[in-house]
Nanobody, 124 residues
Framework: QVQLVESGGGLVQAGDSLRLSCAAN????????MGWFRQAPGKEREFVAS????????RVVDSVKGRFIISRDNTKNTVYLQMNSLKPEDTAVYYC?????????????????WGQGTQVTVSS
């Protein structure tokens, strides 16, 4: 089991950048794939990006491709989401999650551990 704590959210203007961090507490972090999801008010939780245990392979949703970058530092038990050229439609609560089987799946049901979320608000 991995305990996750997100940070780095905030209120920004369209076009700005933010970097989210997700710190993990657990000896198994480096064996987990990590994902970022987001949930806007009244909408379902949606996949944003994922990264495999070694950090070599990533996957991002088309709507953020070219703007968001997922990375990880296994020495710090932390995964990051660099968000550039933010748009108002990126406004949501962002969650990180861990998949102990090392997959790069987009369905949140496959992720067993979740953080509490961090709010990102992008004004126009």
């Amino acid at each position: 089991q991995v305990q996750l704590v997100e940070s780095g959210g905030g209120l920004v203007q369209a076009g700005d950048s933010l970097r989210l961090s997700c710190a993990a507490n657990g000896r198994t972090f480096s064996r987990n794939s990590m994902g970022w999801f987001r949930q806007a008010p009244g909408k379902e939780r949606e996949f944003v990006a994922s990264i495999n245990p070694s950090g070599v392979t990533t996957r991002v949703v088309d709507s953020v491709k070219g703007r968001f970058i997922i990375s990880r530092d296994n020495t710090k038990n932390t995964v990051y989401l660099q968000m550039n050229s933010l748009k108002p439609e990126d406004t949501a609560v962002y969650y990180c999650a861990a998949d102990p089987y090392g997959r790069l799946l987009t369905n949140p049901i496959y992720y067993g551990d979740w953080g509490q979320g961090t709010q990102v608000t992008v004004s126009s």
